[in-house]
């Protein structure tokens, strides 16, 4: 409800997430659950950052809400981990925790942390996050995808490689999957390209 008296209906998620949860505090907890599994997404909870970093080894989720002080591994050292594995698609690490400001929260965001969630919980800054959280992911997905696209040339096939260097797309893959290339003729060009050939040198023989 804003100051007009309005209310605002939170609405169910676009899309389902599997989103992992490491808080320690039961009732937190509990919260988190709920509300997330309201909005219509899948939620793995685990009671420390111990447990939550096996389970991200397990099953890497796209997104994580994690408690700041938790016994074993805490949220900082938690996030720090994920960090450590870029070959993961990206995760998007929310902190829990009271009133961050000043170096508590320069040292979170050295870490690696993306936002933040203040207790106590409420249903709207949840939504909130989540949103802007499937926002970003949106867009790693856009530019994974745009990175991925593989530059040939038109015409002579060859492939763009890093500064700007062509390269033969046979010796392109070989490089990066040791997978022997051998060539071939497939019908379409053996009608348009080879048969013609055979049939003019079959005429320059008579």
Known sequence: MDSSGATYVL???????????????LISSEILVNTLEDFGHEVTACINGEEAWSTYLAEPHRIIVSDWF??????????RRV???PDLNYT??????????????RQAMDAGVDDFLTKPLDHHQIWVRLRVAQRILLHTQEISRLEDMLPICSYCKKVRKEKGYWQQV???????????ISHGVC????????LPQIEQVETLKH
Request: charged share 30%.
């Open 187 to 194: 019908p379409d060009c053996f009608e348009k390209v080879v």
């Open 11 to 25: 609405k169910p998620a676009t899309t389902r997430m599997k989103i992992l949860i490491a808080e320690d505090e």
């Open 83 to 85: 960090r450590s594995h």
């Open 170 to 180: 046979e010796r392109y893959i070989a490089e990066r999957t040791g997978t022997a």
């Open 70 to 79: 938790m016994p074993k591994i805490d949220g900082l050292e938690f996030c």
């Open 92 to 105: 998007y690490f929310i902190l829990l925790t009271g009133n961050v400001q000043g170096d508590a929260y």
